[in-house]
């Protein structure tokens, strides 16, 4: 069974930084994996979808990273801004399967 | 706009009762899921349906049941069978079991 973990749990930065979110995920044939942004009480954003056969996938400031054989994968956000703070989730997807989601990273930015 | 629509955005629920949760979509997406979402927990998998007129238990069914009838909505009810209802319950869609999926706003459900 498919199992996702994010670490770290929580990160406090400040403005400016360059930073990097991490999702392991314990079965490596996924048929994709998509990360997304939750603000307090709201929906989720879809911010990149990767595919199993790609090794990367880039959306302004955010680049996301997938390494299959190690169960891994980094979402990388550039000059972080105070309009990043939020609660960032990954979701794995294996052949016929639906998503399995980590419990997630949040994250606050200090002006 | 195009988008998913899930309504209302907080419902209270007495002991007893069974309440319908909304969800509307008009991206003409095929695939349609219903998560429910637990302080520090990640989401969990309710029910979803690929196509209309058919849908699937997800890994906590158990209380809940859905309707598919028509292709931009799929409503869950919250039945006096599931113990602990009180959580935020997330629709989203896709155009196809493995593509790209897309969230509604939520709804947050309390027992009262």
């Known amino acids: 069974k498919q199992e996702v973990t994010q670490i770290p749990a929580a990160l406090s930065v400040p403005e400016g930084e360059n930073l990097v979110l991490n999702c392991s995920f314990t079965?490596?044939?996924?048929?994709?994996l998509q990360w997304f942004r939750q603000d307090p009480g709201k929906g989720l954003t879809s911010l990149l979808l990767i595919q199993s056969s790609q090794r990367e996938q880039t959306s302004g400031r955010l680049n996301a990273s997938l390494d299959k054989s190690s169960g891994r994968s980094t979402l990388y956000i550039a000059a972080s801004q105070p309009g990043d703070s939020a609660t960032y989730l990954c979701a794995v997807r294996n052949y016929g399967q639906n998503f399995v989601f980590g419990p997630g990273t949040r994250l606050s930015v200090l002006p | 706009d195009g988008g998913i629509t899930q309504s209302p955005k907080y419902l209270f629920r007495k002991e007893g009762q069974n309440v319908t949760l909304s969800c509307e979509q008009n991206l003409n997406h095929d695939a349609m899921y219903w998560y429910r979402q637990d302080p520090g927990q990640g989401l969990r998998l309710i029910y979803y349906s690929q196509i209309v007129n058919d849908f699937q238990k997800g890994d906590i069914a158990e209380g809940y049941s859905v309707s598919r009838e028509k292709k931009e909505s799929f409503p869950l009810t919250v039945t006096s069978a599931q113990k602990n209802p009180t959580a935020f319950y997330l629709c989203a869609s896709s155009i196809g079991g493995a593509a790209e999926a897309f969230f509604g706003q939520g709804t947050r459900l309390t027992v009262v």
């Open positions: 079965d490596s044939a996924i048929y994709n």
